[in-house]
């Protein structure tokens, strides 16, 4: 096994075709196909399975996909090191629910971290996608959340792909609503007091599950229902049509100023916000200054959404 066959094999994965990859690679596509090969012969699994509409990455590729970055990368920050002479440009990346304390946690580590050179990626996306990123070693840290309902799921989800996950806050449910909505100044919100109002809830793409939904009582049927995509589209539906959605309760105020009010909802949910990361691999000098500002954070919050 040679760098330059896990270079292919990220390639290949990256570009979705072996056809594409060779162009990108500057090699034969017969050439590209056959190092592929050799290496699943070597080790004995298969990475790749080919069928009419292309190449897709099987359950053990993607294992062997994950490892093979975290390879490259190292190798990399090792020849930028000891061999260019330049100080190496460091990389970290965070796929995350929704979190806005995630996102400040985010800045605490590019504040704290002070580097002149760094490339750092932070991914708020779906359920699924968060644990398929960590699992395949694309993000080095992951941000979901369990309840009663979605654990047993996502849990043996987790166990699957080899990841832990682990406690930040436990929190009750909030509404999130605008600051004139007709139930903004009520101390508790019921769910039958929100019955003829619009649901926002972030949309989960092909694992459009319960189980994998961003926010909590999923299995809810509601008569009024507006999936979206990003954080500003959620603002934008609870000023225009006095929608609401489901949330800890969690800095409300970044949301939208202070246009946005969180109310908390009587039910009896509890929301664990927690991180996910990878049990074989050893957090990064970043990985650590990331999940300490969270933990800072968290332990702030504690007394304001429990």
Do not use: W
Not at 16 to 27: D, P, Q, R, T, V
Not at 47 to 66: K, P, V
Not at 215 to 237: F, G, Q, Y
Request: hydrophobic letters at 40%; one cysteine or more; aromatic letters at 10%.
């Amino acid at each position: 096994m040679t760098l330059q066959q896990l270079k292919y094999v990220v390639a290949i994965a990256d570009k979705g075709s072996i056809n594409e990859a060779a162009k990108y690679l500057f090699i034969s596509q017969p050439s590209l196909s056959n190092a592929i090969k050799d290496l699943e012969k070597e080790i004995k699994i298969t990475i790749f399975t080919r069928t009419n509409r292309g190449i897709q990455i099987s359950s053990e590729g993607a294992e062997f996909l994950g490892y093979a970055r975290q390879v490259l990368q190292q190798s990399e920050l090792l020849e930028q090191k000891y061999l260019s002479g330049m100080p190496a440009k460091q990389r970290f990346s965070v796929s995350t629910h929704h979190y806005l304390f995630a996102a400040n946690a985010f800045v605490d580590l590019i504040k704290e971290f002070g580097g002149e050179e760094y490339e750092f990626t932070f991914r708020e996306t779906k359920t699924y996608e968060v644990i398929d990123d960590v699992k395949n070693l694309r993000s080095e840290i992951g941000l979901i959340y369990l309840s009663d309902f979605n654990a047993p799921v996502i849990g043996k989800l987790l166990k699957e792909s080899n990841l832990v996950f682990t406690e930040l806050f436990t929190a009750r449910p909030h509404v999130f609503l605008y600051k004139h909505h007709p139930l903004a100044q009520n101390k508790t919100i019921t769910l039958e007091e929100l019955e003829d109002y619009p649901c926002v809830s972030f949309e989960q793409g092909d694992q459009n599950s319960f189980y994998f939904s961003e926010e909590v009582l999923s299995t809810r049927s509601v008569k009024k229902s507006i999936k979206v995509s990003d954080r500003a589209a959620v603002v934008n539906m609870m000023i225009g049509v006095n929608a609401y959605t489901f949330s800890t309760g969690v800095f409300p105020e970044y949301l939208h100023g202070e246009d946005i009010v969180s109310i908390p909802l009587e039910a009896d949910e509890k929301i664990c916000v927690g991180t996910i990361i990878h049990k074989d691999t050893t957090l990064t000098h970043l990985g650590e200054i990331y999940l300490e500002a969270l933990k800072r954070i968290a332990e702030n919050l504690k007394n304001k959404v429990g």
